[in-house]
C-alpha cells in the first residue's frame, strides 16, 4: 500500500510540473537580435510551429503559464530573413509588451510606411527597403514606447 502511494505522489508530482514549451531552435536567433535591439529579455516567451488557418503567419496566446508564440510553418519558409525578423518582433510586440495592432501610415523620404512593426499586415518587400531598414531604429523606438 506504500509502495502504491508513492508511485501515486510521484505520478501527481511529475504531471503537476512546469509546461513551459521551449522555443523552436530556428526561432532563437530572432529572439536574440530583438534582445540586441530592444534590450528586453524575451527568452521567457516561447516560440514555436503551431498549426493554424492559414490565414494567419503567426498567432500570440496568452496563458496562465507564460504567453507564447505560434508560428505557421508554410508561410514561414517563403519569407525572407528580414521579414521573418519583422514578424518575429511583431508577435514578440503581442506577447511581451502587451501591443495592439497599429494601422496608422506615416512618410519617409517620399514613400508610405506602416507607422509601427505591429501592424495588421506585414511589410511588403518595398516597405522593408523604404522604410524598415532606413528607419530601423525608429521602429524599434515605437515598439518600445
Not at 15 to 25: N, Q
Not at 53 to 67: I, P, Q, R, T
Request: with cysteine; proline share 2%; glycine share 4%.
Amino acid at each position: 500500500m506504500k509502495r502504491i502511494f508513492t508511485m501515486l505522489l510521484l505520478l501527481l508530482i511529475s504531471c503537476g510540473s512546469e509546461t513551459t514549451l521551449k522555443t523552436d531552435d530556428v526561432f532563437e536567433q530572432y529572439k536574440q537580435r530583438f534582445t540586441i535591439d530592444t534590450k528586453l529579455d524575451a527568452s521567457h516567451i516561447s516560440i514555436i510551429f503551431g498549426e493554424m488557418d492559414a490565414k494567419w503567419y503567426a498567432l500570440c496566446y496568452y496563458d496562465s503559464d507564460g504567453n507564447y508564440i505560434h508560428i505557421n510553418k508554410t508561410p514561414w519558409e517563403t519569407l525572407s530573413d528580414i521579414r521573418r525578423e519583422i514578424l518575429i518582433y511583431h508577435e514578440l510586440g503581442h506577447c511581451l509588451l502587451g501591443k495592439d495592432h497599429y494601422d496608422v501610415d506615416i512618410f519617409f523620404n517620399g514613400y508610405r510606411c506602416p507607422s509601427s512593426i505591429v501592424t495588421t499586415l506585414l511589410f511588403t518587400e518595398n516597405q522593408i527597403q523604404h522604410c524598415y531598414l532606413p528607419e530601423k531604429e525608429y521602429y524599434i523606438n515605437e515598439l518600445l514606447n
